[in-house]
């Protein structure tokens, strides 16, 4: 990182990833650099995601499994620029295939995100497991960066 003033711990950098409410994707497709947004959220120091079982994204993790996920957050304006907290978490991603695994990983994504939905989470991820692929990212190394303080 070229500003090393700005550059945050790893715990400051999973601080950011657990409030943040986007996350990017970004992995090669063969040709340069592919970035989609994924609903992710994590459990211990690994990252877990959704998606269909078929497509780009799939094809790209299969083949090229080392990914980054960034997470932003803006905490204010500044003199003509954005005060900010970021996180880059480096890591493999491993398609997810036990199904305990893929549906805790599922549940983490449901409280992140539909956290008002988990009264009828376990009859809607019955249905949908065998129907979604999930990914576990194995992270090893994650990196803060922040820009005005806190």
């Given amino acids: ?5 700005r550059e945050r711990d ?7 990833f657990d409030r943040a409410p986007y996350v990017t994707l970004a992995m090669y497709d063969g040709e340069g650099g592919y970035a989609v947004p994924v ?3 994590r459990a211990g120091e690994k990252v877990y995601f959704h998606c269909a079982c078929e497509g780009k994204k ?7 499994p080392m990914v980054t996920l960034t997470a932003a957050e803006v905490t204010g304006p500044a003199h003509f620029s954005v005060n900010y907290r970021s996180a880059a978490l480096r890591g493999r991603a491993v398609r997810v295939e036990d199904p305990a695994e893929k549906l805790a990983a599922m549940e983490a994504v449901t409280r992140k995100y539909c956290s008002g939905d988990m009264d009828g ?3 809607y991820a019955a249905a949908m497991l065998e129907k979604t692929a999930v990914y576990r990212v194995d992270v090893t190394e994650a990196v803060g960066k922040e820009r005005g303080g806190t």
């Fill in 1 to 5: 990182m070229r500003r090393k003033d």
């Fill in 10 to 16: 790893a715990a400051f950098a999973w601080a950011v």
């Fill in 39 to 41: 609903s992710a959220a």
């Fill in 58 to 64: 799939v094809d790209c993790l299969s083949r090229w």
């Fill in 121 to 123: 989470f376990q009859k």
